[in-house]
């Protein structure tokens, strides 16, 4: 590697960004799933089914209101279900 690459690489690394980032992103993102789910007009029974998860997980996660967290495939199979675009539930 060549000294410049290096310097330039090591300049990359030691500049921070600011970002603002949403603290309460879990709380909008089951809101939002019991919105879409009660316009589907689904139960959380059949949307825990539906995804392959437990009853109780699908309503910790709405009654929670954010603190039971799901990962990114849970939330792909919500979206698929409740036939809402995945972005949608970061609104």
């Known amino acids: 590697m060549k000294i410049e690459t290096i310097k330039v690489v090591m300049d990359m690394t030691a500049f921070k960004r ?16 019991r919105k879409y789910r009660l316009e589907a007009g689904i139960t959380q029974e059949q949307l825990a089914l539906d995804i392959e998860k437990s009853y ?3 309503r910790r996660l709405e009654f929670k209101k954010g603190e039971v ?15 809402t675009s995945i972005e949608k539930f970061f609104e």
Not at 18 to 33: L, V
Not at 69 to 83: A, E, F, H, K, P
Request: include cysteine; charged fraction near 25%.
């Open 69 to 83: 967290g799901c990962s990114i495939d849970t939330l792909y199979r919500i979206s698929v279900v409740l036939n």
């Open 56 to 58: 109780d997980f699908t």
């Open 18 to 33: 600011n970002f603002e980032f949403d603290d309460n992103i879990m709380r909008k993102i089951s809101a939002n799933i």
